[in-house]
Every structure is written in C-alpha cells, then in structure tokens.
C-alpha cells in the first residue's frame, strides 16, 4: 500500500497558480508512472485574499482503491513533502480554514521534508519552524519568493525547480524522468527540463532534529460544543479597550485572541519613537487596529495584529519614522516600544540598520514590497542571488 | 498494482474536478444556452464553462443573469423553443430560483442543471450539505447524486438523454458535493464526440415546440378545473421516467462501458452483509473504506449508494434491505420536525420499505452537515450502533447525530 501526499503552502491569490501548476504536474507526472492522483486546494481558504497563507494539496496512489482513502477529504492527514514557496510562512500558518496558528510542519511525517524556496541561509529558517518532537529534513532551493504563473508574471521556472527537487527528496512519490516527460508535454521551452534537472542535483537535505527550532506553544482555539455555544448565531462585540497594556494611560484596544492575523505579513513596519510627532496618522489609517498609545502618546505596533499591509508607512509624514523592512530577518513578534523603554541606543542602531537593510532592498529591487511587484524585479533579483545564468 | 493509463481514439484522459467535468460535457452535447450566476461552489463551472467558450470548444449562448431567478427562467424560455440548456446554482442561489424552478416541471421543459451542494446560509458557510437540492423533491424535478468526477460527466449526459425523452420531458439536476466534487481534481476518462453523439440525440420538442411556424400557447391561467389533470400528467412523466433512466443506463454501459450495475443504486460488498448503511454523494468514498476495513476484522457488512433520488428507487430499496439484519441511513441534510426528527433521505427510505414483505429495523445519522468531513471512524459509530441494533433487534435511538460536539 502506497499513497504519498504533499502539501504546498503559499500566499494566497499571488502564488495560487505556481502552487497548482506543482500539484497537478505532480499527478500527470504520477500517470505516466502507471500511479494515480488528486491535486486540490484547501477548500477553506478560498475566497483567497492577497498574501493570506493557503495551501494545495497533490496525493498519489498506486491504484484508485487506495486513493480512495483520501478523497471526499479537506487535506490530508500527515504529507511526506510540505513546499513553502514564501519562506516567511516558516514562521507558521493562521489561514481562514482552520483555527490557531498551524507550525508549518504540523503535517510533515517523521522522515519527510520540508522544502523551501529560500535565500537564507537554513540556520534562520529552522529559527523559524517550530519544534517538532520527530525528526525530519530541511532542503532548500536557492531563490526568490516566486509569483510565477500569475498572469503578469514571467515564468521563472519556480514550478519545475521545484519538481526536480522533489523528485530528490521524495522518489517514491514520482521519478525525476517522469517530471521531466510532463514537463516538456507541457512547455516548449526545453530550459524548464534543465532547471528540473539542475534543482535535483542540487538541491540540499539537511536533517532537523526533535527540540530544534522554535520552542513557543503555537496558539489555539478549543470549538465549543453545541450544547454550551450561544444561541441564533449572535456573536458578541467587542469590549472597548483600556490603558497600554492594562496600565495608567495611553490606550489598547480589545482584539480579536483567536483570528490574528499576522502570518499574512511579509513585511512589518519599525518605528522610530524619537521622530515621530504624535500626529496619530498611523493610528488612524491602521486597517486593523494594531495600534497601540503608550502613556507618552507614542504608537507601537502589535505584532500579533499586523498582517503588513504597509498603509503606516505610507500615511506617516516623517521621513523613515515608519519603515516596511522585511519579515524574514525578524524572529519573534516582542513590542518595538519595550525594546526601545529597555534600550534607547540598543535600539536606534538596530533601528537604522533595518532602514538600510529596506533601502537596499529597494534600491536593488530584490526586497519584498507589500502589494505587487514590478515588472524586471524577478530577473534583478535573479542576477543578485546568482541562482541561474551561471552555466 | 498500477493503473493503466487509457489514451485511445476514442477517449482521452485528463485531470479535472466535478465541475470541469460537467462543463465539458456541456461542449460535447452541443448545449445551445447556458446561463450562470455566481455562487460558491458551483460558480466553478462557469469559469471552465467561459475557457471552453474562449477556446472555441464550446459555441453557445452564453447569458451570465442578474440574478438565479432569471438565471432559470432564461433556460425554461430556451428549453420551450427547442433549445438544450444548462445551468446551475447551489445553497441560497438555487432558493432564489425558486419560483421559476417549480414553474419548469409543469411546463414540461428538459433543463438540466448542476446544483454544486451548498449549506443553506446564515451562518454563511460554503461546505457541503444536500438541503439545497432536496428542497425540490416534491415538484417534478429528477433528482442525481454522484460520488466522482467522472460519474459527474456521464450523469450529465445521462440528465440531458433522460430529461429530453418525450416520455419524460422534465427537468432534472445533478448534485455534486460543494468542494470534494467541485473543487477536487481527479483523473477522468473523456469520451469523444462520436461516443456522445451515439448516446445522446438531439434535443426534439416535437409538436410542443414554442416556435411562429407552430402557434401555440404554454403557460395559461388555470383554476381548480384543470390543475389537478396537469399535476397527474407531470406525475405519470415522472413515473415514466424510470424505464427511460434505466435504457439510458443500458446504453451508456454499452457505448462508454460505464456506469455499475443498477441505474438506481450501487451495492458495496453487500452480498453476505449482516448491517448496511445507505448514503448519496461522496460520503460514499470514505463509506468504502470503512467497509473494507471491518470486512478485514470479519465483520459482515457493506453499503448502498442511491444515484437517483427522483424518481426515488423503491423497487430497489425494497429487494435489496429486506435482506440485511439492519440498516442505518445516512444524512448530509436534515428534515427538521419531521418524524424521528430524521433527516429526509432517512423517512424516504423508511416510507419506501413500510409495506414491504419483510419491514428491516433502521436507524438514521444525520452527519457532515455545512462541509464537515465524513470520516472512517464516524462511519465506523454508524456500523457499530446499526449492528447493535441487528444484534438486539431494539432501536434505543432511531436518529443520532454523528461528529457534532456536544
């Protein structure tokens, strides 16, 4: 008995595309194995929002009996390959389908692997993930966070170099030559076959051991039952809020405790406490109240309500007072304000070495924006990751 | 074991969901008017039905309404002058046709739609539930369950073979469960256009058809001196039915080798079975399962799939559980206040089975309700409580809920 499933967990709308390309060239490329498959998208995510964490799902088996296990089913049960084509989903997924903070390896087995399309180096991204009492493996192809297979975006043979690897760290889904039939069945340009070929020899395993990676209890939701639920689908309001976390003065609002939000954002705004005049625009414009005064009447923003939308930065009038600067290079979602309080000038270093990080970023054009990218970013970014053109 | 991969002249293989399926199916019958309305999960079919459109594939007219209600009457405007129609909807979008659905039957007209199974809102849900198109069940529509994407396809032709007899003339709708239907992708086998055309004539009004070269008038106002003769009329088309849904199921046995057995129900490992259990829809897939698992532990049981809702398989029902020790009927719906508090497949099947030679002990599961997975250990409390009952012959609880937190 033989059914394998994986999981590619992406951002929703911009990667939907790419991650269903994998999954059903995975199946087509299972038929010509003489195998059987599903691919399909978890349910519950769609209506897809932008950047919202969702996820595809590809299953084979040797015969339709044994797939049958799996259908008529939302996802399944354990996946021997989860794919994160956003490395920022590493951090863990809060999706529209299900309740509480899901590690991004929740359904990865013991011996299976987590692949990601990643440009950090792999002791950040198992930062990231949250310890899993089972061994498994970490592999990373070398790249961009791809929207490759949305219309408007070139093909940058994300799709394909990600089937190659797979083929690497799982052969008994489906062999590389298999991929590679379906593939050029599928494109005329022979490139796509190579990239295939070149993810497979290169791509890198490392293993994972139980107690590595992110020790924090991801948060959760118990659904209570029907007989202690309130009646006629009446959902209360919420409170009004209170002193800076429960202190004398400044303000916090109630929020939302079991739909956060926050794996949505790839980028998150730093604010600099010493300019900032107080003009309250942040506070205001903010889409989801994350906004928290202080009792000095300054503004920090609540890491665990920001989904990194970027309209502070936009509406803030002071220069670099709110700056976008990119997910990946933070670890926890601890309070800007706190660190600040502790450490004035700890701070302001740190400070202005994300400002350059951002300004970098955007000069090269390879950083995360929020929202859409533009036209050439991929091929800059290409060139400076040095990921193709080199043979 | 592998799994042949089928690539002849006459079929081709693709990897579809449910609703690609029946939208494909709509080029290869040559449907002349398809109308849509958005409503998740079956607005799916419009995106594939607009590809095949844009692709040249499929050359029809195209009408996306302005609402489900004039979705349906476009379509019962079409049907009456001659025209093959499609359309569709699920949970609220479907009630919101209601009034030109219900008008369909009596005027006669063969429109086929797909009901993509929908929760009926508030609570706004998009998860599976059969409330939807049962709601129709006493008006003339026929009624088709599927459990695959490929059944969903061969349905499909079978909806327009079946609903254009002149035997039959009425409308009939094919419920395919919101997401693991609509959305899933699996591996169909597409017949070539020759093979439909062999199994599908076209659509012939004959002397009823709405057209100036025959004047005729459809859909006058009648009082209490008449409606009861067109009522009887509508029901002995729907009793014809029958014999016409069973040659059709004989010809696509032949011409695409498909399709089971019994047009009506599929059986599952229910030859020597001691307790079935009987559901519609792809709880089927994981009812399967369960079966083959306890088949593994000795225990003697299987399961029954009704395809055909409407007309309803008493015959059916009535020869194959008389022969099990007790049978438990599953629920994606619920009839609330009803008898037993049961749900409606539940008290259509006991009414089935009331006079029958030998009277079965059932219980009812209500299950899966708004999306919720219908999982092998839920279906294995529903084997267990239904071999309890064969065991003791006492029914403590006629209907239980399955996988509801307390």
């Not at chain 2, 290869?28 to 409503?39: E, F, H």
């Not at chain 2, 129609?85 to 039957?105: I, N, R």
Request: proline content about 5%; glycine content about 8%.
């Amino acid at each position: 008995m033989a059914v394998t499933a994986v999981e590619v967990v992406y951002r929703g709308i911009f990667q939907k595309s790419l991650s269903r390309n994998i999954c059903r060239t995975i199946v087509l490329a299972a038929r010509k194995e003489g195998k059987i498959g599903t691919a399909f998208g978890r349910y519950g995510d769609s209506p897809e929002r932008n950047g919202i964490p969702a996820k595809y799902f590809a299953i084979v088996a040797d015969d339709p009996t044994e797939l049958e296990e799996t259908l008529a089913a939302y996802e399944p049960k354990e996946v021997a390959v989860t794919i994160v084509v956003d490395d920022t989903l590493c951090k863990g997924v809060e999706s529209w389908a299900w309740y509480g903070l899901q590690p991004i390896n929740e359904l990865t087995v013991e011996g299976g692997t987590v692949l990601v399309t990643s440009i950090q180096p792999e002791e950040d991204l198992v930062k990231d993930m949250h310890v899993k009492d089972v061994p498994y493996n970490l592999s990373i192809i070398k790249g961009a966070k791809s929207f490759s297979g949305l219309w408007v975006y070139k093909d940058d043979h994300t799709d394909v170099r990600i089937l190659g690897a797979l083929a690497k760290v799982c052969p008994n889904l489906v062999g590389l030559e298999a991929y590679v039939d379906t593939i050029a069945e599928q494109s005329d340009d022979e490139l796509k076959a190579h990239s295939a070929r070149r993810a497979y020899d290169r791509v890198s395993v490392s293993p994972v051991e139980p107690g590595q990676g992110n020790p924090e209890e991801p948060f959760s939701f118990d659904k209570p039952g029907w007989t202690k639920m309130g009646e006629a689908i009446v959902i209360p309001g919420i409170e009004v809020g209170g002193g800076f976390r429960g202190g004398e003065g400044g303000y916090q609002p109630v929020r939302n405790d079991v739909f956060k939000k926050f794996s949505t954002r790839t980028m998150r705004p730093v604010i600099n406490f010493e300019t900032c005049t107080k003009c309250t625009l942040c506070w205001l414009q903010c889409p989801d109240s994350c906004f928290d005064v202080t009792p000095e009447g300054l503004y920090d923003s609540d890491m665990e309500s920001c989904c990194g939308c970027g309209v502070c930065e936009d509406v803030c009038p002071v220069p670099d007072c709110v700056t976008m600067v990119n997910e990946e290079v933070f670890d926890d979602n601890s309070s800007q304000h706190d660190h600040w309080k502790r450490d004035r000038d700890g701070y302001m270093k740190w400070l202005d070495e994300m400002i350059v990080v951002a300004k970098s970023e955007k000069e090269v054009g390879a950083g995360r924006s929020h929202g859409f990218r533009e036209w050439g970013e991929y091929q800059k970014q290409i060139e400076m990751t040095g990921v193709a053109g080199d043979d | 074991m592998t799994t042949e991969v089928k690539d002849t002249a006459l079929e081709r293989e693709e990897l579809i969901s449910g609703a690609e399926a029946i939208a494909i199916a709509c080029a290869l019958a040559d449907v002349d008017v398809i109308t849509a309305y958005p409503i998740r999960p079956y607005d799916t079919v419009m995106q594939f039905v607009s590809k095949l459109i844009a692709d040249g594939e499929l050359k029809c007219e195209y009408i996306v309404a302005e609402s489900e209600h004039s979705q349906f009457e476009i379509v019962k405007h079409a049907s009456a002058v001659g025209a093959r129609v499609f359309s569709g909807s699920s949970g609220v979008g479907w009630f919101y046709a209601f009034e030109a659905l219900a008008v369909t039957c009596g005027l006669r007209l063969p429109v086929v739609a797909m009901v993509g199974n929908r929760a009926l809102d508030d609570p706004g849900a998009f998860g599976c539930e059969h409330n939807d198109a049962l709601a129709v069940r006493d008006l003339g529509w026929m009624l088709r369950w599927v459990d695959t994407a490929q059944e969903a396809m061969d349905a499909a032709f079978m909806a327009w073979r079946v609903a254009e007899d002149k035997r039959v003339f009425l409308p009939c709708a094919i419920s395919t469960d919101g997401a693991f239907l609509t959305h899933s992708q699996q591996i169909v086998m597409i017949p070539d256009k020759r093979l439909v055309d062999e199994f599908l004539p076209p659509y012939d009004r004959g002397e009823f058809v709405l057209h100036p070269d025959n004047p005729i008038t459809i859909a006058p106002q009648v009082n209490e001196d008449w409606l009861m003769e067109i009522r009887r009329q509508t029901d002995a088309a729907m009793r014809r039915a029958r014999d016409v849904i069973t040659e059709a199921h004989n010809d696509l046995k032949r011409i695409f080798n498909r399709g089971g057995d019994d047009p009506f129900i599929e059986e599952y490992m229910t030859d020597d079975a001691d307790v079935v259990l009987v559901g519609m829809g792809t709880l089927a897939l994981p009812l399967k399962v369960t079966v083959r698992r306890l088949r593994e532990q000795g225990r003697k049981v299987g399961f029954v799939r009704i395809k055909w809702f409407r007309p309803f398989p008493q015959p059916e029902l009535r020869a194959v559980l008389s022969r099990f020790k007790a049978v438990g009927i599953i629920d994606r719906d619920y009839s609330l206040g009803s008898p037993d508090n049961g749900g409606v497949l539940y008290n259509e099947v006991r009414s089935a089975l009331y006079d029958g030679d030998k009277r079965v002990p059932i219980v009812g599961y209500i299950a899966g309700l708004g999306g919720r997975e219908v999982t092998v250990p839920m279906t294995t409390e529903m084997f267990d409580y239904t071999q309890k009952v064969a065991d003791t012959g006492i029914i403590e609880e006629p209907l239980r809920w399955i996988g509801v937190r307390d």
